[in-house]
T-cell receptor, first 115, second 109 residues
Framework: DARVTQTPRHKVTEMGQEVTMRCQPI?????VFWYRQTMMQGLELLAY????????DSGMPKDRFSAEMPDATLATLKIQPSEPRDSAVYFC?????????????FGQGTRLTVV | RKEVEQDPGPFNVPEGATVAFNCTYS??????FFWYRQDCRKEPKLLMS???SGNEDGRFTAQLNRASQYISLLIRDSKLSDSATYLC??????????FGKGTRLSVIA
C-alpha cells in the first residue's frame, strides 16, 4: 500500500536549534507539497515542488526555513533557528500531474514542539 | 478575505441525522474542488471530488455552485464514525490545493 512517509513523527526541541523534517513521496509522484497546520491558521502551504524543481515557496519564512528535494525520493524541510511559534504539525503530501489525478496524498505529519 | 471559508462548527448531531456543510471560495478561476476528511491527530484524506453536475457517494452528496462560488457537502444518516473535521479544498489549474480551516462534526449516540 503506497504511502507518503514522514520522519520524525514527533520532535521536541529547544528554541534556536535546527530542525530537519524528511519526507519520502509515493514512488512515481512528481509533485511534493509541504503544509503546516495550526489551530489558528489551519493548513498553510509552505513549499511546492514539481519534478524536484521548487515552484512556490512564498508561504515560507525565508530567513529561517528552507525546503529541498535532493532526489526524487526525498524532500526535506529545515528550520534554523527554530522558534516557539514554529510549533505545529508539518505535513508532506505528494501527487502526480502525469495521469490527471489531482488528489494529494498526505503523510502522517511531523508534530513539532519548540520550547 | 480568505481564499476558502468554512463555518468551523462544531456541528453536534445525533446519529441518523442529516447534516450539511457549506464552503465559499474567492478565486473565480478555481477549477477543481474537493472535500477532505481529517480525523483527530491524523492526516487529511480525500473524501470526494466535487463535480459541476454534483455527485453522490453513498450517504455523501457534494454540490458545486459556480455562480455563487460555494460548495456543499451533505451527509445523510450520520454515523458515529463520521465524526471528524471536513476540509473544503479548491485548486486552480496545476497549483497546489488551498484548504479551508475545516468544519468539525461530532455525531452523538
Amino acid at each position: 500500500d503506497a504511502r507518503v512517509t514522514q520522519t520524525p513523527r514527533h520532535k521536541v526541541t529547544e528554541m534556536g536549534q535546527e530542525v530537519t523534517m524528511r519526507c519520502q513521496p509515493i514512488l512515481g509522484h512528481n509533485t511534493v507539497f509541504w503544509y503546516r497546520q495550526t489551530m489558528m491558521q489551519g493548513l498553510e502551504l509552505l513549499a511546492y515542488f514539481r519534478n524536484r524543481a521548487p515552484l512556490d515557496d512564498s508561504g515560507m519564512p525565508k530567513d529561517r526555513f528552507s525546503a529541498e528535494m535532493p532526489d526524487a525520493t526525498l524532500a526535506t524541510l529545515k528550520i534554523q533557528p527554530s522558534e516557539p511559534r514554529d510549533s505545529a504539525v508539518y505535513f508532506c503530501a505528494s501527487g502526480s500531474t502525469e495521469d490527471g489525478n489531482t488528489e494529494a496524498f498526505f503523510g502522517q505529519g511531523t508534530r513539532l514542539t519548540v520550547v | 478575505r480568505k481564499e476558502v471559508e468554512q463555518d468551523p462548527g462544531p456541528f453536534n448531531v445525533p446519529e441518523g441525522a442529516t447534516v450539511a456543510f457549506n464552503c465559499t471560495y474567492s478565486n473565480s478561476a478555481s477549477q477543481s474542488f474537493f472535500w477532505y476528511r481529517q480525523d483527530c491527530r491524523k492526516e487529511p484524506k480525500l473524501l470526494m471530488s466535487v463535480y459541476s453536475s454534483g455527485n453522490e457517494d453513498g450517504r455523501f452528496t457534494a454540490q458545486l455552485n459556480r455562480a455563487s462560488q460555494y460548495i456543499s457537502l451533505l451527509i445523510r444518516d450520520s454515523k458515529l464514525s463520521d465524526s471528524a473535521t471536513y476540509l473544503c479544498v479548491v485548486r486552480s489549474g496545476n497549483t497546489p490545493l488551498v484548504f479551508g480551516k475545516g468544519t468539525r462534526l461530532s455525531v452523538i449516540a
